[in-house]
């Protein structure tokens, strides 16, 4: 499942090697930290405890979980609220979704959660799917107050004056949210469908395939993820604003994974207002500005012609593709049970999260929209669901499956920093608090210096210290191994930080420093760095925020990623519109 570039490449049998390294020199004591442990107050030997106190248990530890062992804590998070679901009543209104039994969802309709949704029981995997939610709540909470990007700063600006204030408030936070989504989730390219099975779905059989082999709280955590992962981000950040969203999608009978994702549309009032998750842009109303909405489209469909680079760069949807438009729901089999209905209603204050999705509500909302030919379940979140549970039982059969899967992960699990701060950026908790160290400190506690990793393999006190002495008897290749994963492992965990310490900034407003980050840190003293894409867009953005817009411009033209039309365009609106600055030697097109 490796579509994420030049990733982590260390011999299989010499992770748990690399691992220990890299815990051992960032503070950590292993690949599951045994230190971090669940404090005494939260364990499950308090039977005593009244159905309210074991809610607010579970979810003060949820708040929490940066803080300790991941595994030992979600136990007990789901223990606490299976011990307050066991008094729960089940409420007289619900029903399972009406919307479930839409023949297209075929074989994922049997999947046993969905079967069961109405079960009063969580697991650890329903815990996940609550951090997820917690992940995307505390991103919701401050992405929203933050700039407007500078392409649409001046067509926000006006728009907003002529719409109801809450209106304008939605279209402010959609916007923000978005631009967050594409600086935050390093584009992947798609990847084709597999081939079909009369036995089995592709998922189920733990083929990788477009947009389900990531959940969105692993694009969250691991920063990239593809156009459909992207938009499932995005969909589910509005979701905790409480801004209702489709995924529209062209119906082609041909596909054999259903209508084609092309862009989410965003309702506010009754318009859907158009966000290209692929292009990494807004739909514009024209000149490249401002943000079409689908009726616009509908009544101008050259408005896509406007998205051509050229004859042979031409934008993916086309007039007649508007003539087959489904808008597409996304559910999860978790955003449909009792079981999130009953923990989002006892959800108040700083607990207070989105859990829930009234698909058939959203539909008739939606289908009275012109252009939306129909309204249904998006396959793509049951598939993921079914993706995982498959790969989990593969990598506990094949051993050499689960050194891949612990080597692209455990840099982002336990206690590691990296875990630590990926948690704490998305809570906005960028500097020491409370007398913990912040985002930045716990980034940095990663970052090893490079002459210090060089010095590795010839170094006899940084091997002592490092645990990485020949061994006696042990063939000087296997050692040599040992130490060349032992330096893959800190140079990798240097790309994570640096890169991402260049995001922070940028979120903080300090665009001076992200742009160091992001070209020095990133892309000139790591030039193996798996996010070179992501960092010379985010460098761009920067330099656009600063005003250097030549500069911007140029980082644009060169770019060979699989956003590369979205940054061609965005080159184009800054050759139209932007106030000229510096000088360019690059190409004068787009």
């Known amino acids: 499942m490796d579509r994420f570039g030049n990733r982590l490449n260390i011999v299989m049998r010499l992770v748990p090697v690399a691992c220990t390294v890299f815990l051992l020199v960032t503070g950590s004591s292993g690949c599951r930290p045994s230190d971090g442990v669940v404090p005494t107050e939260f364990r499950r030997g308090h039977t005593e405890l009244t159905e309210s106190e074991h809610f607010h248990k579970a979810f003060d530890l949820l708040r929490r979980l ?41 074989a994922l309709r049997r999947l046993p959660s969905l079967v069961r949704l109405d079960k009063r029981e969580v697991s650890v995997r329903d815990v996940l799917y609550l951090r997820e939610n917690r992940w995307l709540r505390d991103l919701a909470e401050w992405v929203p107050d933050g700039p407007v990007p500078i392409d649409l700063a001046s067509w926000l600006q006006d728009k907003t004056k002529h719409m109801p204030r809450e209106e304008a408030q939605r279209l402010g936070a959609a916007v923000k949210l978005f631009d967050w989504t594409v600086r935050h989730v390093q584009l992947d390219a798609l990847s084709d469908w597999p081939d079909s099975s009369p036995q089995k779905l592709p998922a189920e059989r733990a083929e990788p395939g477009p947009g389900y082999d990531l959940y969105p709280w692993e694009c969250l955590l691991l920063g990239h993820g593809d156009a459909w992962q992207r938009a499932r981000v995005f969909m589910l950040l509005l979701r905790q604003v409480s801004i209702p969203s489709v995924l529209l999608a062209v119906d082609r009978p041909e596909s054999p994974f259903g209508p084609v994702p092309w862009a989410v549309g965003v309702l506010i009032g009754q318009e859907l207002y158009l966000f290209d998750p692929e292009l990494g842009l807004a ?25 051509d680079i050229s004859q042979s760069l031409r934008y993916r949807i086309q007039a007649e593709d508007l003539e087959h438009l489904v808008a597409l729901i996304d559910a999860s089999s978790e955003a449909l049970s009792l079981r999130m209905r009953l923990i989002e209603r006892q959800l108040t204050g700083e607990h207070r999260m989105v859990l829930t999705i009234d698909a058939s509500g959203l539909k008739r909302q939606i289908e009275g929209i012109s252009g939306i030919t ?41 206690l590691s920093p990296l875990m630590q701060a990926r948690q704490l950026h998305f809570r906005h908790r960028f500097e020491p608090w409370e007398n913990r160290p912040g985002a930045v400190a716990k980034y940095m506690e990663v970052r090893q210096p490079e002459a210090q990793i060089a010095k590795l393999p010839t170094d006899v006190d940084l091997q002592r210290q490092f645990g990485l002495q020949q061994r006696p008897g042990e063939p000087v290749e296997l050692w040599q191994a040992r130490l060349a994963g032992s330096q893959q492992a800190l140079r990798t965990a240097r790309y994570h930080a640096s890169y991402f310490l260049g995001l922070l900034h940028y979120d903080n407003g300090d665009y001076e420093s992200a742009a160091n980050w992001l070209r020095k840190r990133t892309l000139e003293d790591s030039p193996e760095s798996p996010w070179r894409n992501g960092a010379r867009y985010n460098l761009a953005r920067a330099e656009e925020a600063r005003g250097n817009f030549q500069a911007a411009r140029e980082a644009y033209l060169l770019d060979e990623s699989p956003q590369r039309h979205g940054n061609l365009l965005r080159a184009r609106w800054i050759r139209l519109h932007a106030p000229a600055s510096g000088s360019s030697n690059a190409e004068t097109s787009p």
């Not at 979600?74 to 609220?81: D, E, K, L, P, S």
């Not at 008094?87 to 619900?94: L, Y």
């Not at 024209?286 to 469909?301: F, H, N, S, W, Y």
């Not at 979140?381 to 891949?404: G, H, I, K, V, W």
């Open 374 to 414: 129909a309204v249904r379940l998006w396959r793509i979140p049951l598939d993921a669901e079914l993706f995982s549970q498959a790969y989990q039982e593969q990598r506990r059969r094949d051993s050499r499956l689960e050194d891949q899967y612990r080597a692209e992960r455990y840099m982002f699990s336990g």
């Open 66 to 106: 940066e803080e300790f062992d991941a595994e030992q804590a979600m136990a007990q998070v789901a223990y606490h609220i299976n011990r307050w679901l066991q008094e729960q009543p089940k409420p007289g209104d619900w029903v399972a979704d009406p919307m479930l039994g839409d023949s297209s969802l075929g």
């Open 283 to 307: 739909i514009p109303t024209g000149e490249d500005q401002g943000i079409a909405t689908l009726a616009e489209v509908i009544r101008k469909p050259d408005l896509l012609r406007r998205l």
